[in-house]
């Protein structure tokens, strides 16, 4: 399998026309949740609004980011097990963005956990299929804006985790720890739906270049469940 060197600059020109390269990367990925009882959104509308605002080589890099997912999940079909197999699932992604984890990362991982890798710029790069069971917004959505317009919680659970991180990618904590982050409610602002998760932050570790040995993502692993959502539950 290929290993992709991981960085956060455009990697390939993509496609003269980008807007429909996206859209077919994000239709592959939806046909993939249907094929696992998962509800993956491509986009909200056909005309991709979010995604052609951005400037051409945003778009590249989204298309990218894109791409790596869908053969991420792609490699782990190739193999023989399903995405929604969360070690399996995971592993595809350390050898896709060549990411070392540290040595004890897997024993931690439970089932029903929600798994999110994100960079040293809050860029979330990689999610198991349980984030898509507690998450009411399009693939459009999670890749072209900021988290912060998407999701709402306490400013003080904020400022804790990006202490957390700020270690992490500092060299001061290099082992897979227990996020001392109380329980507590991350809610959607601008979906449809409008959902409300109970999040339980439970571990945390770097994740280091597979060239310069340098941490260069995080990953968390938690407890969520929906608590509220407007209209019916999925």
């Known amino acids: 399998m290929e290993n992709k060197s991981f960085r956060l600059s455009p990697r390939t020109i993509v496609n003269s026309n980008n807007s429909q390269t996206f859209k077919s990367l994000a239709n592959q990925l939806s046909e993939i949740g249907v094929r696992c009882g998962t509800n993956i959104i491509p986009y909200s509308h056909e005309s991709v609004p979010l995604f052609n605002d951005k400037s051409d080589s945003e778009q590249n890099l989204i298309i990218e980011n894109l791409r790596d997912y869908l053969h991420i999940c792609e490699n782990t079909l190739d193999r023989g097990y399903s ?3 969360d070690g399996q699932l995971l592993w595809s992604a350390l050898r896709r963005f060549n990411l070392r984890p540290t040595s004890d990362l897997f024993q931690y991982i439970g089932s029903g956990n929600v798994i999110e890798i994100h960079t040293a710029e809050a860029i979330q790069i ?19 804006r900021p988290w912060s317009d998407l999701y709402q919680r306490d400013k003080d659970i904020e400022k ?4 957390c991180t700020m270690q992490m990618f500092s060299g001061k904590v290099n082992s897979t720890v227990r996020l001392n982050v109380e329980r507590h409610t991350i809610t ?4 449809p739906r409008r959902l409300s998760i109970q999040a339980d932050l439970n571990y945390g570790a770097p994740l280091f270049s597979g060239h ?23």
Do not use: H, M, W
Not at 160 to 163: N, T
Not at 188 to 191: A, H, I, M, Y
């Open 126 to 144: 990689f999610r198991n299929f349980g984030f898509f069971e507690l998450c009411s917004y399009s693939l459009e959505d999670l890749y072209c």
């Open 160 to 163: 804790q985790l990006i202490g």
């Open 188 to 191: 959607e602002t601008t979906s």
């Open 83 to 85: 995405p929604k197999t």
């Open 212 to 234: 310069s040995g340098e941490a260069i993502a995080t990953i968390v692993i938690e407890d969520a469940k929906l608590i509220s959502a407007e209209g019916s539950l999925r």
